[in-house]
């Protein structure tokens, strides 16, 4: 049975409530960093006790050596840090932390960490809908970073006859649950107050403007509407984060609280077509689905556009073990991308288990090419910059016999020699070489076919072969040619394929960005 027996977890982190009853029977070690052991006990913020809650439900059978760490923390006080856990015998170290300043010192102590063998994971960041938001060290290229999936929850969707299918609904971050039903949903145009009028049990349609969400919902809400969507000004989906129902009642006196969700801009244009007096009859459901979470940082990383986060895990409304002291229930929920990476650390451990000899590149590797890929409220594939390689799948990470190094390819940014990426307006005849490792770790030969998800527009080809035979426990390194004939700046994602002859596929992610100039400047 894998549970994580016989390894080591490094957690830094707010402390943990060892009293806890979900730790009764876990080997606990601590390290205090705040300087009185008399309240390590306590972990007055809870986080850390959570967290540790989630590495323990998914390895339980892992010891744990909690590093209780103050709130903020400087380069020195790091440094410090790392140190003491070089000297510790930890197989896998968990960091729900992030950093201000990526100093060369951190990463050269990371770098020692990783070479004495240590698997280090880190959260992306909760700085969703921005680019270049991985905050470091999640940012670092040996290092696994987790951006955060929903649970397999309840996604609301529209239905009516003259639609060819069912509409996804976004629900807002912390929103309530929307209720079944039929419902007439009405155009409020951009939520002017005037526009609030004869909503009594009906779902209010806003379009997305520079009026505040806190305003949009009180008028809703005074309205008697029985929920509220807001549609995308631009293509692609929306995502936006409401207050908890609780501060919805106690600040902004706003009750009852009501169902907030967001549509893209083309189901809202299908609605309205279908819209009579600006109303339409609609048929509410819920389906199971699981989602990148809106607050979950997103890739490249600046400068080195390496594919960031690597995976993602569940990181939304978690409930785990929480200080009895702060919370009588001695459980709360919590979401962030640091539950998330708390669920791969688990995973990592029961990977540690079965196979302790794999190095942390390799177990990167593993937990990112077994990944299952997620889609978005349109049913397609959510960008790789976005999930990384996809949701970890810990069923798929044990199973697998094959590992591809590395585990994520970026081609960088590309542009003509001699010209400035502002008045290139197209990238020609440029040709780069990368090389992946297929490594064979079953006990015979292994055929693969290699294909991508989805090919490149005209004038980009890439070019690899389309099998190859691997000997057993034997690598074999094959080039992929990129090639660009003439092709229009921006970024260009796509995932490589490698399938063996039992139809388990491995995936790898493709980045490159071709005359980009939209960024952030430093």
């Not at 306590?42 to 390895?59: F, L, N, Y």
């Not at 806190?214 to 809703?220: E, K």
């Not at 029985?226 to 908890?244: H, K, M, N, Q």
């Not at 001695?330 to 791969?344: E, N, P, R």
Request: charged residues 25%.
């Amino acid at each position: 049975k894998i549970t994580g027996k016989g390894v080591c977890i490094g957690i830094m982190d707010s402390g943990i409530d060892m009293h806890h009853p979900f730790f009764k029977d876990v080997n606990i070690r601590y390290k205090d960093f705040v300087g009185n052991n008399k309240e390590f006990f306590i972990d007055k913020e809870g986080h850390g006790t959570h967290v540790a809650g989630i590495i323990h439900s998914v390895a339980p059978g892992a010891s744990l050596y909690v590093f209780r760490l103050p709130c903020y923390l400087n380069t020195p006080q790091f440094l410090k840090l790392l140190e003491e856990v070089a000297k510790k015998n930890i197989d896998v170290l968990n960091l729900s932390i992030s950093i201000s300043s990526p100093d060369s010192p951190c990463i050269s102590s990371f770098n020692k960490l990783i070479k004495k063998g240590v698997t280090i994971l880190a959260s992306a960041g909760n700085k969703g809908h921005k680019n270049y938001s991985v905050e470091f060290p999640g940012s670092l290229e040996e290092i696994i970073t987790v951006g955060a999936s929903t649970k397999n929850d309840f996604v609301p969707l529209i239905s009516h006859k003259e639609l060819n299918k069912d509409l996804e609904v976004i629900p807002a971050e912390n929103s309530t649950y929307f209720t079944p039903g039929s419902y007439i949903l009405k155009d409020v145009f951009e939520g002017k107050t005037k526009d609030f009028v004869a909503l009594k049990g009906k779902i209010a349609l806003v379009k997305k403007s520079k009026e505040p969400i806190i305003n949009l919902i009180r008028r809703a809400v005074r309205s008697h509407a029985t929920a509220l969507l807001i549609y995308s000004d631009r293509e692609g989906e929306l995502f936006t984060s409401i207050p908890d129902f609780r501060v919805l009642i106690s600040k902004y006196k706003i009750l009852p609280v009501i169902p907030v969700g967001t549509l893209t801009l083309d189901y809202a244009t299908k609605l309205k077509k279908i819209m009579l007096n600006n109303e339409v009859n609609i048929s509410l459901s819920l389906k199971k689905a699981e989602r990148i979470a809106s607050f979950s940082s997103r890739g490249p990383v600046l400068g080195s556009w390496l594919v960031k986060p690597d995976v993602v895990a569940p990181g939304r409304n978690i409930i785990s073990a929480f200080p009895k002291r702060v919370c009588a229930t001695g459980c709360k929920s919590l979401s962030g991308t640091s539950m998330a990476v708390a669920y791969a650390t688990g995973a990592v451990a029961l990977l540690k288990q079965k196979n302790p000899k794999l190095t942390p590149l390799e177990i990167k590797a593993v937990l990112s090419n077994t990944a299952s890929p997620l889609l978005n409220s349109q049913g397609d594939f959510v960008n790789i910059l976005w999930q990384g390689a996809g949701r970890i799948d810990v069923e798929r990470a044990l199973q697998t016999k094959t590992i591809i190094l590395p585990n994520s390819i970026s081609f960088g940014n590309i542009i003509n020699k001699g010209e400035s990426e502002e008045s290139s307006k197209c990238i020609k005849e440029k040709q780069l070489i990368r090389y992946l490792k297929i490594r064979n770790l079953s006990t015979c030969k292994k055929r693969y076919k290699l294909y991508l998800e989805k090919n490149f527009k005209e004038g980009i080809e890439m070019s690899f072969p389309d099998s190859v035979i691997v000997s057993k426990q034997r690598d074999c390194t094959l080039p992929l040619k990129l090639t660009i004939n003439s092709a229009e700046k921006g970024c260009y994602t796509t995932v490589l394929i490698v399938e063996d002859e039992a139809g388990f596929k491995l995936r790898v992610p493709i980045f490159f960005v071709l005359n980009f100039y939209d960024f952030p400047f430093l």
